[in-house]
């Protein structure tokens, strides 16, 4: 696909979804109007932030047509070859991790990740893949757990067991 066809599909499917989102919100329950005593409707903001998206849909399918901009006549390869395979790598490591937090936990299937993606994929030393592998599940711990009180899950009834003597072990420490 080259950066032309690229720009082609995009500002299609960005018309089309703001047509579509104007189209829900005008025929919905949304009042896109000024609510006397209460102020713009629930729909107004949505509606017509829709609007302007497609209108600069419609600039960029016109300047397509005329080949005004350097995209619009590109005919080089949208996507590197490289870039496909360090994307694909990616979104594939990141379905892992989702699996992996279902059975080990987030705590462990973050440590895994990181340690793919600093040590396997950047090539790093232990130094940073080691701060990363043990920094990142401390800092969502205490970001998720302690600040917001979000539980996160576990996985296995071990692991559990495990989180509940850390929490025991921080509760008699500072409350």
Do not use: C, Q
């Not at 729909?43 to 600039?59: D, E, H, K, N, R």
């Not at 590197?80 to 892992?96: D, G, H, N």
């Not at 790093?124 to 711990?141: E, L, S």
């Amino acid at each position: 696909m080259t950066v032309r066809t690229a720009e082609l599909i995009m500002a299609i499917a960005l018309l089309l979804a703001s047509l579509g989102l104007m189209a829900n919100i005008y025929f919905g329950d949304l009042n896109i109007g000024w609510v006397p005593g209460r102020g713009p409707g629930a729909g107004m903001w949505p509606f017509w932030l829709s609007l302007g998206m497609a209108l600069s849909s419609v600039a960029t399918l016109f300047r397509w047509v005329t080949g005004a901009t350097p995209e619009s006549r590109n005919t080089e390869p949208f996507v590197a070859p490289e870039t496909i395979f360090l994307v694909s790598v990616s979104a594939i490591s990141i379905l892992v991790l989702l699996l992996m937090m279902t059975f080990i936990g987030t705590y462990f299937a973050l440590m895994i990740f990181m340690f793919f993606f600093v040590r396997v994929l950047g090539k790093h030393g232990w130094v940073a893949t080691m701060g990363m592998v043990i920094g990142t599940p401390v800092f969502v711990y205490l970001l998720f757990e302690v600040a917001l009180t979000k539980y996160l899950p576990k996985g296995l009834p071990v692991f559990e067991e495990m989180f509940l003597a850390v929490d025991n072990l921080r509760y008699a420490l500072f409350y």
